[in-house]
């Protein structure tokens, strides 16, 4: 699981959801029972049933809806909706349905039904439940809730090679003799060619190259990126099945610019087109 894939809003709805799984743990109603001491029940008794459920593990199915739809390909729908509605419709039932847990007043054998109060897990459910479905809602919606979860790692500067690596100045050049500027040996005194030997064959001139590398634009120059979220990458011939697919918190090298397009470098050397741009963070 990459956690750099999680937006603001993920991790706030991943949040409420933890929360109102302590609250399930703490006493939902409290109560005296016949032997004059006070008994407390939480939302693991089944006396409560269904508020487990419907409150407590609901939430959490709901959180992991919007992680599954961070991890798996953008766009995959069941029963005609993503997996971010599906957690957002679930988000929203289970706030409704902590709102109403408050008024139950189901109680085991022995209870007085007219003296029960609310205990901290029946106030924190609701507060959570509401708070997870405000927050499920405004993650599509509010622009503070749409950025990674955690920033992208700055990319590595390169490293000069270690000392003795590099060459020297002075150091014999290919054909050269040792000095800078020096002649080949295929140079005679004076910047003359020498003659090839009687009978062996002339040099013949290097054949020209037939296609000669198009430079990128002249004005654009190479970056470090990171996406939002994941997002396919395509070929530059034009084919619409993608090659790669960009995925947050990875820094690529955007080498040149087609258009509203980049043409990007992963990190093993493919490259392709990034049609949709909007929101890269550059480096």
Known sequence: MNIRS?????????????????????PFFTYPITTGQDES?????????????????????????????????????????????????????????????????????????????????AWLTVIFGLALAVVAVLSTTLAAFKPPLLPAPRPRQPQAAPYGQQPYPGAPQPGGYGYPGAPSPAMSYGGQPQSAPYGAPAPQAPPQQQQQPQPAAADFTAFWFAVP?????????????????LAPGTWYLAVDQRGPSLIAQTQDGRRGVLQDTSGIQRG
Do not use: Y
């Open 229 to 245: 979220v994941a997002r396919p990458l395509f070929p530059e011939d034009g084919s619409p099945s993608p090659i790669a697919e």
């Open 6 to 26: 999680l937006t603001r809003g993920d991790g706030a709805v991943i949040v409420a959801a933890v929360l109102l799984l302590i609250a399930s743990f703490l």
């Open 41 to 121: 029940v939480n939302a693991w008794d089944a006396a409560l049933f269904p508020l487990l459920p419907t409150v407590h593990l609901a939430a959490l199915i709901a959180a992991g809806l919007f992680v599954a739809a961070r991890m798996l390909p953008e766009g995959r729908k069941v029963v005609g909706l993503t997996l971010s509605q599906w957690g957002i419709a679930l988000a929203v039932f289970v706030g409704w349905s902590a709102l109403w847990s408050s008024f139950s007043n189901l109680l085991p054998a022995g209870g007085d039904g007219n003296r029960v109060s609310l205990g901290a897990g």
